[in-house]
């Protein structure tokens, strides 16, 4: 089953709560992410646009608590509130980590949407991972490489969108289905689409 009649539902106190610590966690992920990701600058220094192959933890928040949450607005609380968390504890890209919060986890919320919050399975997270991934492409692009050509943009897109389906699409669902078996998700439509599987 992957359609759940409580997307349309406002959010509960619960939600909120999980989404919030979700996020914060995250946020303190990205610190180390970070630090790990400029480290590894030099290793792509012939093919510079393919170190976007690290994108998606950066892209996983926002799909991870779409998926659990399920609530129109979780995904892109998600990728900002980890964003917003990482920038109180210091990342070095300062306020448009901000913007790349919003940016994510609105292309995950799209991806999400395009399903018409109804399908919550492993095609709806690859989705809103490959649509984030785009999008995270296109605020990178313009931001931090303009004077690139169309080769960059495209090493760029695609090892960002196979970052995007393989650990922020296929790690969520992996993530869920391991915290609900847990019993963690208990109350909410994801631990109970899990039992049943």
């Known amino acids: 089953m992957t359609a759940t009649s409580s997307a349309s539902a406002g959010w509960r106190m619960r939600d909120i709560l999980v989404a919030a610590v979700l ?4 946020g303190a992920v990205f610190l180390a992410w970070n630090a790990l990701n400029d480290l590894a600058t030099p290793l792509f220094a012939g093919l510079p646009a393919a170190q976007a192959i690290f994108y998606g933890i950066w892209l996983l928040p926002g799909v991870l608590i779409g998926l659990i949450v399920r609530r129109p607005g979780a ?3 998600g990728g900002f509130v980890s964003a ?3 920038v109180l504890l210091g990342s070095q890209y300062g306020a448009d980590a901000l913007l790349s919060g919003l940016v994510q986890g609105g292309g995950a919320e799209l ?3 395009l399903f018409l919050y109804r399908a919550w399975n492993l095609p709806a ?12 492409t296109i605020h990178d ?5 303009p004077g ?3 080769d960059f943009w495209a090493v760029y897109a695609g090892t960002a969108i196979v970052s995007a389906v393989v650990i922020a699409a296929i790690g969520s669902w992996l993530l869920v289905r391991a915290l609900a078996a847990t019993g963690v998700l208990t109350g909410f439509a994801a631990g109970e689409q899990q039992r049943r599987i």
């Open 84 to 86: 917003a968390v990482s």
């Open 148 to 150: 690139t050509g169309a």
């Open 23 to 26: 996020a914060v966690a995250f």
């Open 111 to 113: 991806g999400f949407a």
């Open 75 to 77: 995904a892109l609380f």
């Open 125 to 136: 997270a690859i989705l809103a991972g490959a649509v984030a991934a785009i999008a995270a």
């Open 141 to 145: 692009v313009i931001a931090y490489y």
